[in-house]
């Protein structure tokens, strides 16, 4: 079963999630960088082959220089990195066990991230730690990846229409609706006839109504 930590938020006003001081002095600061982390144990990370939303940054057993740095590469105006995952392999299993002292490892891995992109240091961001438990010697231990894990998420982009008061100078004027009918051209109220009174066009004479008694019918035999 795996063990998982919910880190606790940044503190308010913070612009960084990892401080100066706190990378600077890893091993001082050992407790409050690891509550930086979401922490999680698997048995070993799944490399997930042609996944467009997952960078994998290398660093190898025991080591922080990135390996692939020029795998770190996505277009900022369609995608956002929203979650950033170390993983290692805990071994020994023991952490009094282990040669590396792995506080300096961590915050040197995520100097080699910060030197990539420093925008990256967010608490906006998910930071999570994947203990890998399956190299049970140095030898399966190191056949493991050992790197970062960014996990990117398309950005919204809002396609409504802007407000009529943002169209350019000159644009066409709108249809207005009316009735089922689209008017787009100014009508001078003169051309309109009273349909109670008939009035008639400007410039016609009216014409007013016969005495029906005074029609002339045919006459029909």
Not at 73 to 80: E, K, M
Not at 141 to 149: E, M, R, S
Not at 150 to 157: A, F, K, N, Q
Not at 173 to 191: A, C, W
Request: with cysteine; glycine share 6%; charged share 25%.
């Amino acid at each position: 079963m795996d063990v998982f930590c919910q880190p606790p938020l940044a503190e308010a006003g913070t612009k960084d999630h990892f401080g100066k001081v706190l990378l600077e002095n890893p091993r001082v600061h050992a407790e409050q960088m690891i509550a930086k982390f979401a922490y999680a144990e698997i048995d070993s990370f799944p490399l997930a082959a042609n996944d467009s939303l997952v960078i994998l940054l290398h660093n190898g057993y025991a080591k922080a220089e990135l390996a692939n740095a020029n795998a770190f590469y996505f277009d900022t105006t369609q995608y956002r990195v929203k979650q950033v995952d170390i993983v290692y392999t805990r071994y020994p299993y023991h952490k009094e066990d282990w040669l590396t002292h792995y506080d300096d490892l961590l915050s040197w891995r995520l100097q080699a991230l910060f030197a990539l992109d420093s925008t990256l240091n967010s608490p906006e961001i998910g930071w999570g730690l994947l203990a890998q438990t399956r190299g049970t010697t140095a030898r399966t231990a190191k056949n493991l990846f050992h790197g970062i894990v960014l996990h990117l998420e398309p950005l919204i982009v809002d396609a409504m229409e802007p407000p009529a008061d943002d169209l350019p100078v000159g644009s066409p004027p709108r249809g207005i609706k009316n009735g089922g009918f689209i008017l787009r051209e100014d009508r001078h109220p003169d051309y309109f006839r009273s349909p109670v009174n008939f009035e008639p066009e400007p410039g016609k004479v009216l014409r007013r109504n016969m005495d029906p008694k005074k029609l002339r019918c045919p006459t029909w035999n």
